[in-house]
């Protein structure tokens, strides 16, 4: 799975995964309308980041996030299949080390599989190791240090 840096999704391609995963994506991210969240992948500050996710030549997926100095937060992502992230988590680590970060921020739903995926370390304790999370009013941001 190819994860890269990117300055601004395809619309279209974001239709076509959204579309192919939405009640995934709306138990996760807990947004139930498509053009909000759309709306999240969009942002001038400097320390915004955007990512896609492609697999075989196609766009799977896209991922959100900011960076404040060596931790990435990352909030929203639309994915065409749960194993999306799962198939990606090796080269994520990888760019994301080479972007100078040292820990992972992801925010997630209490109780989802995204959310006890992550306090798993991504089941990849080779490369993530569980830090903490902060239980706060929308979501829960679990931390991962990146090894």
Same mark, same amino acid.
């Given at each position: 799975?190819?994860?890269?840096? *990117?300055?601004?999704?395809?619309?279209? %391609?974001?239709?076509?995964?959204?579309?192919?995963?939405?009640?995934? *994506? *709306?138990?996760?991210?807990?947004?139930?309308?498509?053009?909000?969240?759309?709306?999240?992948?969009?942002?001038?500050?400097?320390?915004?980041?955007?990512?896609?996710?492609?697999?075989?030549?196609? %766009?799977?997926?896209? $991922?959100?996030?900011?960076?404040?100095?060596?931790? *990435?937060?990352?909030?929203?992502?639309?994915?065409?299949?749960?194993? %999306?992230?799962?198939?990606? %988590?090796?080269?994520?680590?990888?760019?994301?080390?080479?972007?100078?970060?040292?820990?992972?921020? $992801?925010?997630?739903?209490?109780?989802?599989?995204?959310?006890?995926?992550?306090?798993?370390?991504?089941?990849?304790?080779?490369?993530?190791?569980?830090?903490?999370?902060?239980?706060?009013?929308?979501?829960?941001?679990?931390?991962?240090?990146?090894?």
């Amino acid at each position: 799975m190819l994860v890269e840096r *990117i300055t601004e999704i395809d619309n279209n %391609v974001f239709d076509t995964v959204y579309d192919a995963n939405s009640a995934s *994506i *709306i138990e996760n991210t807990g947004y139930d309308d498509k053009e909000n969240l759309r709306a999240t992948f969009t942002d001038e500050a400097d320390n915004f980041y955007l990512f896609r996710f492609t697999k075989d030549d196609e %766009v799977v997926g896209y $991922v959100q996030g900011f960076g404040n100095d060596t931790t *990435i937060s990352v909030f929203n992502s639309v994915t065409k299949n749960d194993n %999306v992230f799962v198939e990606a %988590v090796t080269n994520s680590a990888t760019l994301l080390k080479s972007l100078g970060f040292t820990h992972l921020q $992801v925010a997630c739903t209490d109780g989802t599989p995204m959310h006890n995926w992550t306090k798993a370390s991504c089941n990849r304790t080779d490369l993530f190791q569980y830090e903490s999370e902060e239980v706060q009013e929308t979501c829960i941001p679990v931390k991962l240090r990146l090894l």
